[in-house]
């Protein structure tokens, strides 16, 4: 079997998902040498010391060491230094991770114009719809903390602020989406990145290093622009929150534009209109819902149920006050930590053995 093709079925073994095509074939030879690709295959999704990866692939230590390191610069696998001083390595899935992580610096070069049309031929084509939730999503929508009212504030998860109050180390980047697909002007550098894959990231220069204040006015900047806040779909921490617009946004895009119903998980809340109070601005409806789910019906707001993902971004939006976030009578519940997700994901997608095979490697 082809390296790549073997790389790949790796690869696909990781709740995110990476399906065969074509596409993704021509993105891992981008992203990978033939060299790099033999020490790949003989990596795990956990971090392991360069003396193991070397003895699994055959190859000596130092020539081991000198490839990882090449694909950790790239940010094409990940590396942490342990507090000895001893360096580990792994893979990281498709999202977040391969489609991301080389897009963190800006892009801009050949190389990653060519990256960004072939994503976003395999988001269509294939990978949108492995990533989704069959039926768990990895990743949710968080409400904006000023939609809440004081007596729905009973889930700390349920708060950016909350999960960056509570973070170890912090670290902003660039949006991927935005830079790779480029469709709108919205601001770039909002995403955050938290604890190990933050230090990594911001090791390698792929992101910035920030304290909780410049943290919480990335949020107070993504709300303002309209950005939804969504992050990884467990109550335990954050790993990412990712301030995600409609048009360019690999997650928002999987319900809106390919109709995966479990692109994402929706928050615990919908928005509900006041009409007595709508003046009929159609605010809401024209430039702060992401999703389509408010119309205009005889000069005032509606709301979908069905169709609203519970951001909040029409609540903070709104002039008058008149619209409000309520409990769904069906609110999704949430996996206990991001071990319990991606177990359950694994299951609903078949895939635990293989994932299990990979991880125990030593």
């Not at 795990?44 to 003895?55: D, Q, T």
């Not at 912090?170 to 230090?199: M, N, P």
């Not at 078949?350 to 990979?358: R, S, Y």
């Amino acid at each position: 079997m082809d390296r790549y093709e073997q790389l790949r079925e790796m690869l696909d073994t990781n709740p995110a998902g990476a399906p065969k095509s074509k596409a993704f074939d021509e993105i891992l030879r981008l992203l990978f040498t033939p060299d790099e690709v033999d020490v790949a295959l003989a990596m795990s999704f956990r971090a392991l010391p360069v003396e193991s990866i070397a003895r699994a692939a055959g190859l000596a230590e130092d020539e081991t060491g000198r490839r990882l390191e090449a694909m950790a610069d790239k940010a094409i696998i990940f590396a942490k230094t342990g507090k000895d001083g001893r360096k580990t390595y792994g893979l990281v899935p498709t999202i977040p991770g391969l489609f991301e992580f080389p897009f963190m610096k800006g892009g801009g070069t050949p190389m990653h114009e060519r990256l960004a049309r072939l994503w976003e031929e395999y988001h269509g084509e294939a990978l949108g719809k492995a990533f989704s939730g069959n039926p768990t999503p990895l990743i949710r929508v968080v409400p904006v903390g000023e939609s809440l009212e004081p007596e729905n504030r009973v889930h700390p998860y349920e708060e950016i602020s909350s999960l960056i109050k509570n973070s170890r180390y912090l670290a902003v980047t660039r949006c991927a989406c935005r830079v790779s697909v480029g469709k709108c002007d919205h601001e770039k550098e909002v995403c955050l990145i938290f604890d190990g894959a933050a230090e990594f990231l911001v090791e390698r220069g792929y992101a910035r290093h920030i304290g909780v204040d410049e943290g919480l006015s990335v949020l107070e900047r993504a709300e303002r622009d309209g950005l939804v806040h969504t992050s990884n779909n467990s109550a335990d921490r954050a790993a990412v929150v990712c301030n995600c617009c409609s048009c360019c946004c690999t997650v928002l895009r999987g319900m809106t534009q390919l109709k995966h119903p479990h692109a994402f998980a929706r928050s615990r809340f919908e928005a509900r209109v006041d009409a007595a109070g709508c003046t009929g601005c159609a605010i809401c409806a024209d430039e702060r819902c992401p999703v389509g789910a408010i119309s205009m019906e005889s000069g005032t707001a509606s709301v979908n149920p069905h169709t609203c993902i519970g951001c909040g971004l029409c609540v903070t939006g709104c002039p008058e006050k008149t619209i409000a976030l309520v409990e769904r009578a069906d609110a999704p519940s949430v996996p206990a930590n991001i071990q319990e997700l991606g177990v359950k994901v694994l299951q609903e997608k078949g895939k635990l053995e293989g994932f299990m095979k990979v991880m125990q490697r030593s």
